[in-house]
Nanobody
Framework: QVQLVEYGGGWVQAGGSLRLPCVASGRSFSRATVAWFRQAPGKEREFVAKCSGDGRVTSYEDSVKGRFAISRDNAKDTVWLQMDNLKPEDTADYYC?????????????????WGQGTQVTVSS
């Protein structure tokens, strides 16, 4: 069992940066793929980035490559999403999710545990 809590959302102007921490509790965290998803109003929840259990492998959705970076520190039970050069289209609720395997795909169905989400608003 893994519990996840996201922090760090807020309002920022286009071109700005935000860093979203996701703090986990549970014995399996270090063996879990952790991902960030986002959901804009009226849209489906979509994959943003993921990180393997050991933190060595990452993957990103095309629109955030070069702007977002996912990282983790298992000793601190924390995963971060660093978001730079934010755009208005990045406005969404951002969710942290953990899978039951150290590496898995980017489908929502593959992630068993979810945080409550944190809102990010990017103004033009």
């Amino acid at each position: 069992q893994v519990q996840l809590v996201e922090y760090g959302g807020g309002w920022v102007q286009a071109g700005g940066s935000l860093r979203l921490p996701c703090v986990a509790s549970g014995r399996s965290f270090s063996r879990a793929t952790v991902a960030w998803f986002r959901q804009a109003p009226g849209k489906e929840r979509e994959f943003v980035a993921k990180c393997s259990g050991d933190g060595r492998v990452t993957s990103y959705e095309d629109s955030v490559k070069g702007r977002f970076a996912i990282s983790r520190d298992n000793a601190k039970d924390t995963v971060w999403l660093q978001m730079d050069n934010l755009k208005p289209e990045d406005t969404a609720d951002y969710y942290c999710a953990a899978a039951g395997a150290p590496w898995t795909d980017s489908r929502r169905e593959s992630y068993l545990y979810w945080g409550q989400g944190t809102q990010v608003t990017v103004s033009s």
